[in-house]
């Protein structure tokens, strides 16, 4: 008696002879059918001569479905795959359609799994450019309106600035000539609102065509060292803790020394103010801190300010926009257009009521774009 050899198959497996006695059943054949002697036993009577019909078709596969009794249910619908060898002997393996219905349901709940998975991450990509899209879409804006403060600036310097000195220097020589302590002091504060006027002029001047950056290598803890020296008495006398985080000594920047310290002035500056006006029962807190970030040096300046909503941060780098009663709006223009020149970007997170972040990104020492 021929016998098929012992293996593992994932179902119901049968091998059989040319009467259909069995010579072989497989362990789950056990388990779901019993013991048989014949496979004809286990076909429910009105599948009988269905199968008889196509199991004598030997030369070929068959592929067709059959009743088959089980030990815990009578006439389960099974796919029966069968094929016959050339010593007439049979292989039939039956496959539960339920169990069918299972594995395809597996396979799609899996297929939904990393189809969800894969829709996840790209919506995530979707965020990620379209933020860089409004990142780039500022930045144009932002050019544009430079452009146009160019041209202005050219002729507020000659039809402002000249007359500006002329009426000091005339009022500088009138000073002598009243001895009333009430008129000398109206001249003093045409003098000062005369130095005022100016020194928004030049302020301007310097927002529409800052110089070209003297570039080179600087240890971004010398330029947290300087910042500290010069701020430190400043922002103990407001409240304010100031913390500088300790940073890489071998982390560098390729910039200009005098317009990184202007912007980080500028930052720190704009930080006491919004937190001049937190509650008193609030303490100030300022914090800066740099890292690497791929080939760029990130610079986090971070406040527990009053924060800002999302109307003010969209238009916090366009030249005149404030919201102080007495600034200019310039400050933050002229530090993103010299961020700018040196390869960079600013980007800002702000809440209100919960403080800021500004983040500076600026090129390392191993990437020095040109000048444009």
Not at 167 to 178: D, E, M, S, T, Y
Not at 208 to 218: G, H, T
Not at 264 to 293: K, V
Not at 334 to 345: K, P, W
Request: hydrophobic fraction near 40%.
């Amino acid at each position: 008696m021929a016998v098929c050899p012992d293996f593992s198959i994932p179902a119901p497996f049968f091998y059989v002879n040319t009467f259909y006695d069995i010579l072989y059943q497989s362990e789950d054949a056990k388990r779901i059918f019993g013991e048989h002697a014949n496979f004809f036993s286990l076909i429910d009577v009105e599948s009988r001569r269905k199968f008889q019909r196509l199991a004598e078709r030997r030369f070929e596969p068959q592929k067709f479905e059959l009743l088959l009794n089980t030990v815990q249910s009578p006439a389960m619908l099974f796919d029966i795959h069968l094929k016959w060898n050339r010593d007439n002997h049979c292989s039939i393996l039956c496959i539960e359609q339920s169990q069918r219905y299972q594995q395809i349901t597996e396979v799609l709940t899996r297929f939904t799994q990393r189809l969800g998975m894969t829709n996840y991450d790209l919506l995530r990509r979707k965020e990620e450019l379209e933020r860089l899209l409004a990142n780039l879409q500022q930045s144009n804006a932002q050019n544009d309106r430079l452009v146009e403060l160019g041209r202005i600036a050219a002729s507020i310097a000659h039809e402002i600035r000249n007359p500006l000195t002329s009426i000091r220097g005339l009022v500088q020589l009138l000073a002598p000539n009243l001895t009333s302590s009430a008129k000398l002091s109206y001249i003093d504060i045409i003098i000062s609102e005369i130095n005022r006027v100016n020194s928004i002029i030049t302020e301007f001047l310097k927002t529409a065509k800052p110089a070209p950056p003297l570039k080179e290598a600087i240890p971004v803890t010398d330029l947290f060292a300087e910042l500290e020296l010069l701020c430190h008495s400043e922002s103990l006398l407001q409240g304010i803790e100031l913390v500088i985080l300790p940073v890489d000594p071998s982390l560098m920047i390729y910039a200009d020394r005098l317009q990184m310290k202007q912007v980080l002035l500028n930052m720190l500056h704009n930080a006491m103010e919004a937190i001049s006006d937190l509650p008193n029962s609030r303490t100030g807190m300022i914090q800066f801190e740099a890292e690497r970030f791929g080939r760029y040096v990130q610079i986090r300046i971070e406040d527990n300010g009053v924060g800002m909503d999302e109307q003010t941060r969209t238009h916090l780098f366009s030249p005149f926009f404030t919201t102080k009663n007495s600034g200019t709006g310039l400050g933050l223009s002229t530090c993103y257009h010299i961020v700018e020149l040196h390869g960079g970007t600013i980007d800002v997170e702000s809440t209100p009521g919960h403080g800021t972040v500004f983040r500076i990104y600026l090129p390392t020492v191993d990437k020095k774009p040109e000048l444009s």
